[in-house]
């Protein structure tokens, strides 16, 4: 049921221009920044855990911005998952550094594209899903019901995706190991198990090792991928990983990893998802980063 309510949803949002859908995400965002509902909240913290030398009064506009940002990738869904793959292309105005890196996974040379939560990340998947051949790594949704709309759409441009899962995880490691390229997106916050505390703008975050894993496992190159908001569409860009992303040592690994993340979050911060509770798992010792209500 609420998968077809969504559908429904996003079927009325495609009809939309790009820019009238933005413009209605600015309005609702604005109002419901009003009521300070959780994600707003968040975001706040966040903006106030990661940007400490701004003053009040910028940050509190950072927070605000960031949620109106976040609220559009919901209402620019209509069209990234609705609308013709080549209209999608006119949307996209520039990429930059991809060359390389579709090549490297045309050939099958093992590649691991790390995805953070910037922008709108949505897009990749139709945008490169008839020129990569890619795995794409996501988190389950929590309602029933999502799962097959949510499968549906990331797929039908070319990608395929697995869960986050025993069997996805399997199939990850099998796939990557043959020199299919995996992507993933890296700031999710991992299970104990499955990660190390890094630094990230100042604070340790639990930061996932599965990347690392691939890397080590399949000797795979590193490339972030991005799609950053701009009028009338989007820019994307792929950068080389850092070197230090291949160091043995998973905690100095994971360290370049936010490092490099960091930077990409740095040029334009708004456009960072910051209601994700990126700190929630802290170290002992450190306080809770998100006060319970």
């Known amino acids: 049921m609420l998968g077809r309510l969504i559908a429904a949803v996003l079927t009325l949002l495609s009809w939309l221009p790009l820019s009238a859908a933005r413009g209605l995400a600015t309005t609702f965002a604005r109002l419901a920044w009003l009521f300070k509902p959780r994600g707003a909240r968040t975001t706040l913290t966040n903006i106030n855990i990661c940007f400490p ?4 009064d910028a940050r509190r506009e950072l927070a605000r911005d960031s949620y109106i940002e976040t609220v559009k990738i919901a209402f620019e869904t209509g069209a990234v998952w609705y ?77 395929d995706v697995a869960p986050i899962s025993v069997s996805g995880l399997r199939r990850v490691r099998r796939e990557a190991d043959e020199g299919r390229s995996i992507a993933i997106l890296p700031d999710q916050v991992p299970s104990k198990r499955g990660g190390v505390y890094a630094p990230f703008f100042g604070r340790p975050a639990l930061t996932m090792t599965l990347a690392h894993k691939l890397i080590m496992e399949s000797k795979a190159k590193a490339a972030f991928v991005v799609a950053e908001r701009v009028p009338g569409g989007f820019d994307v860009v792929f950068e080389a990983a850092p070197e230090g992303i ?48």
Not at 53 to 56: K, Q, R, S, Y
Not at 133 to 157: C, K, M, N, V, W
Not at 248 to 258: G, I, K, Q, T
């Open 53 to 56: 030398d701004l003053a009040e």
């Open 83 to 159: 609308w013709p793959l080549t209209r999608i292309e006119e949307i996209v105005h520039s990429v930059e550094g991809a060359d390389e890196f579709v090549r490297a996974s045309n050939e099958r040379e093992p590649l691991i594209l790390l995805l953070p939560h910037h922008g709108n990340w949505e897009l990749l998947a139709q945008y490169f899903g008839q020129r990569l051949d890619a795995l794409a790594l996501y988190d389950l949704p929590r309602q029933p019901g999502l799962d097959s709309l949510i499968t549906h759409f990331r797929e039908r441009a070319g990608i």
């Open 246 to 293: 291949y160091d043995p040592n998973p905690e100095v690994s994971a360290a370049a990893m936010n490092q490099a993340i960091e930077a990409i979050v740095r040029r334009h911060p708004a456009q960072y998802q910051w209601e994700y509770k990126r700190f929630k798992r802290q170290p002992e010792g450190w306080p809770e980063a998100y006060p319970k209500r």
